[in-house]
């Protein structure tokens, strides 16, 4: 796939360079870092999470066998799908899996994202003659039938909660969407597709019901399905694969006319210098910062993975995406936090760079270019930054993430492979 | 049928809360219902109406105009909505209406029980009046709640009965200790009772054995204080090789559970310690649920006179006490008796609710000397320290302060406030400005921190 020639060699070089930041990142048992996220920022808890940054890596890795079909490439997904066993918790839910909130578990839609990444790879497993792990299997059934359908399904609104405690007459699309994925293709994987069958259908329903038929965010799927509920562009785009799921299993075009729909709103969310708006509001103006860089990658995989092919609309999203990585192979987070952007000095927010934003932009990246290339080592990263309006330096070396205020005081300071920082005042 | 078997219907009868997807037909409700119309009434008026919700969109809308909270009124395939006209008995010196409808609910959960049918009766309803209006009664009838209905999906264990003798007298009252406080100041409250209501209260609350929290609640997850918390005691962890770390009345054990998952590898063992055997039960039996990695053990106070920690001296490296030295008058007790468990060159973090806080209710209430428990239905007695008095108590039980910081700071709830104002006036950007600016000091460790919702210490002791 060769979306931009001017940008292939770069394309190829952010992919090495990304593949060695992510090895960095690695810890005993799995990958580490501090994450801000769009609800906050877990920057207390640097261990290992168990959330979506594993679809980009998986599917980023079997976009790489794809081109090159190397052993290595199935021996690391092998590796990471016995990480995620690991760290499911006995009722089918998975520790640390909540991004912006870990450590805490049940992170939604992060959990079924999870799974369904890890029943495609599965199954990709299985295409090139390895037998998966039975663990996998049990883990999957536990999963769905001890968190989605035990603890999750409402059976008053025949669909899924987002937790536990949730509202019970709300759900949250995006999450429904990506539990959707999970139960299509666990009923595949297992031939138990009749027995998902009316999870999938009323899942389904309440999908097409939660989206926003006419005003500002006609074709919105919004973050919630509550009245006036605002939509964001990656959440809205994560429901795109599962619309096209249910278009082909359910045989059914009220589908394909609702994925139409949700492509019609992610074009008016598309800013004029690359990425998507952050929110957009139904009775003000779209709250256009913070982009975050790995959300607009989200929504250019999630577009792939419903059947779009890149094209040249694709252009200054890229370009846009390229343009923020920086020395130590990883890419900054987002830009415009803080109301800063475009400025010289960015809010540290905007620079540090998260695992589960990374992922993204290594799954667009194998996709449009999947022969990496790179340099053997990177570099390290001094950056002026503004922490709470102060200037102070966000320093990234292979082995330690640091904020230090310009008068020495240190705001956060990370050592690689640990769990919890040394100090984090954050 | 028998005295014999009438009382192991009443022993063998729980409350569901977990039903199957199986309708009930409604020949079986209308039998169910026959058993509640054959209950004593005042004067034998029967002014008892029900109306049996089985239409899933009806359910929706009473669930939502009643204003309920709790997840098995969404969930049970039948809600038997009670009413009875008190108008006829409104100056009853005892109540003798609600009496009425009382006895009918006891017997439709008895009913039920007899019928294979697992039945709750949910009083908890913010708004009875919105259900009467959802389902179209006339307002001389008043709702006393709803019964859920439904085959049973669940099996709770046996919570504790209050034994005979202790209820019963011949002849005379004798007088007893009250076993809790309509109070919620903690100087009338002796351990026993505190610990007796905290029991009591998380057996009831609804949390079910296997972890599912069966009312809407405020998801702690999303509660920066647990966040902050969480962060902090990892990072005190991670100070030690291999810490033993105790977590101090642990409740439904959610620090412990979130310690373990997070860390729990790396420590030798997670406590929780906590006042009676039915809260270990509790916690026991949902980490079986759950297996969360690393070792945990429960601690039972060792007194019931006082607290008292049953682990040698010096034992721990990292102790916990989140929002728990409110349910005490004086804290200097279980404060020493941290300092004690506490290993030289330990860590504790401690946080705890700060007076100095704009707690506006409650300074009206307290204008009003109103201190009855009702707002703290769920938490018991609370008392809020003032900083001086709490650091004081520190020292006194032998603690270092290593650091002190304010959470929710009184400076973010100045900002929410000109966030409100600023989105009023169609100001959204700078509107989102406060936002960001409040996010960004959840924690504080300037002056202000004096100011804070909650106080946030980390102790250590020396020797």
Not at chain 1, 330 to 358: L, M, Y
Not at chain 2, 115 to 142: M, S, T
Not at chain 2, 438 to 450: D, F, I, L, P
């Amino acid at each position: 796939m060769n979306l931009l020639a001017t940008t292939s060699a770069s394309l190829a070089e952010a992919g090495g360079r990304l593949d060695l930041w992510f090895a960095g990142m690695r810890g005993p048992e799995g990958y580490y870092g501090p994450v801000v996220g769009p609800r906050g920022a877990a920057m207390a808890y640097c261990g290992p999470g168990f959330d979506w940054r594993y679809e980009g890596l998986l599917e980023g890795w079997m976009s790489r066998h794809r081109a090159a079909p190397e052993a290595a490439w199935l021996d690391r997904i092998e590796g990471a799908l016995a990480e995620i066993g690991r760290a499911q918790l006995a009722n089918g839910a998975f520790r640390c899996s909540y991004f912006d909130s870990n450590p805490f578990e049940g992170g939604m839609p992060y959990e079924p994202i999870l799974v369904a990444a890890l029943l495609r790879a599965r199954a990709f497993l299985k295409e090139n003659g390895r037998t998966p792990d039975p663990a996998l299997d049990r883990l999957a059934e536990q999963f769905v039938e001890g968190r989605l359908f035990l603890e999750l399904w409402n059976k008053a609104l025949r669909t899924f909660n987002n937790w536990l405690q949730s509202e019970y007459d709300s759900c949250s699309p995006a999450g429904v969407a990506a539990i959707v994925e999970v139960l299509i293709a666990y009923g595949e994987a297992t031939g138990s597709r009749e027995r998902m069958e009316p999870y999938i259908r009323g899942a389904a329903e309440s999908l097409l019901a939660a989206q926003v038929k006419g005003g500002a965010l006609a074709g919105a799927m919004p973050v919630s399905s509550r009245p006036g509920a605002p939509a964001n562009a990656l959440l809205a785009a994560r429901c795109l694969p599962a619309l096209a799921l249910l278009t082909r299993c359910l045989n059914d075009d009220r589908f394909k006319q609702a994925g139409e729909a949700v492509e019609g709103f992610l074009r008016s969310q598309a800013l004029s210098e690359g990425g998507f708006a952050a929110m957009a509001y139904d009775n003000r103006p779209a709250a256009q910062a913070p982009v975050f860089v790995g959300a607009a990658a989200g929504v250019l995989t999630s577009l792939a993975r419903s059947g779009r092919s890149p094209d040249e609309t694709w252009a200054p999203h890229v370009e846009f995406i390229l343009r923020r990585q920086t020395a130590t192979g990883a890419f900054d987070n987002a830009a415009g936090f803080g109301g800063r952007a475009g400025e010289a000095e960015p809010d540290w927010r905007d620079v540090v760079p998260a695992c589960g934003w990374a992922d993204k932009i290594y799954q667009l990246v194998a996709l449009l270019h999947p022969k990496a290339a790179g340099p053997a080592v990177v570099g390290e990263v001094r950056r002026a930054v503004r922490v709470r309006g102060r200037r102070a330096f966000f320093e990234e070396s292979s082995r330690s993430m640091r904020l230090v205020e310009q008068t020495g005081r240190v705001w956060f300071d990370w050592e690689k492979g640990t769990k919890w920082p040394r100090t984090c005042l954050l | 049928m028998s005295g014999c078997d009438f009382l192991t219907l009443l022993e063998q009868r729980r409350s569901t809360r977990v039903f199957q997807d199986k309708p009930v037909s409604q020949s079986l409700i209308a039998e169910v219902v026959r058993a509640a119309t054959l209950m004593p009434t005042a004067c034998n008026r029967q002014l008892w109406q029900f109306v049996a919700i089985t239409d899933p969109a009806v359910r929706i809308k009473a669930c939502r105009m009643s204003d309920a909270q709790q997840s098995y009124f969404y969930d049970a395939p039948v809600l038997v909505a009670v009413f009875y006209d008190i108008s006829l008995e409104l100056r009853n010196p005892c109540s003798t209406a609600q009496i009425s409808m009382g006895l009918a609910i006891a017997a439709l959960l008895m009913a039920a029980e007899a019928n294979g049918l697992g039945a709750i009766y949910l009083g908890g309803i913010r708004n009875p009046d919105g259900l009467r209006k959802a389902l179209g009664a006339p307002a001389h009838l008043k709702n006393f709640g709803v019964v859920c209905l439904g085959y049973r999906d669940d099996d709770p264990p046996a919570p504790n009965r209050r034994p005979v003798s202790e209820v019963l007298d011949f002849n005379a009252f004798t007088p007893r200790p009250k076993r809790f406080h309509a109070d919620i100041r903690p100087h009338l409250w002796s351990l026993e009772q505190i610990a007796d209501f905290r029991d009591k209260l998380l057996w009831y609350k609804g949390i079910h054995i296997d972890g599912k929290t069966l009312h809407v609640d405020s998801d702690l997850r999303f509660s920066a204080k647990f966040q902050y918390m969480t962060g902090r005691l990892g990072a005190m962890m991670a100070r030690y090789s291999r810490p033993r770390v105790l977590d101090l009345l642990s409740f439904n054990g959610d620090v412990v559970f979130q310690l373990l998952n997070a860390g729990g590898a790396e420590a030798e063992v997670v406590y929780a310690y906590d006042l009676t055997l039915g809260i270990g039960r509790f916690i026991r039996e949902r980490f079986a649920r759950l297996n969360p990695p690393g070792r945990f053990e429960y601690l039972n106070n060792a007194d019931p006179e006082r607290v008292a920690i049953p682990l040698p001296d010096g034992h721990v490296s990292v102790l916990s006490c989140y929002e728990r030295l409110e349910h005490f008058e004086d804290p200097r007790p279980l404060l020493r008796e941290m300092h004690r468990v506490l290993a030289p060159g330990g860590s504790a973090l401690v946080v705890v609710s700060n007076r100095f806080y704009l707690h506006m209710n409650r300074y009206r209430r307290m204008r009003q000397k109103n201190y009855a428990l009702g707002r703290n239905w769920n938490r018991g007695p609370e008392r809020k320290y003032e900083p001086r008095h709490l650091e004081a108590a520190f020292r006194a039980a032998g603690f270092r302060i290593v650091e002190s910081a304010g959470l929710q700071p009184i400076e973010g709830v100045m900002a929410a406030l000109a966030e409100k104002l600023l989105r009023r006036i169609g100001c959204h950007a700078w509107a989102d400005g406060a936002a960001d600016w409040r996010a960004q000091r959840y924690v504080t460790r300037s002056w202000t921190r004096y100011f804070s919702s909650s106080l946030a210490y980390e102790l250590t002791r020396d020797n």
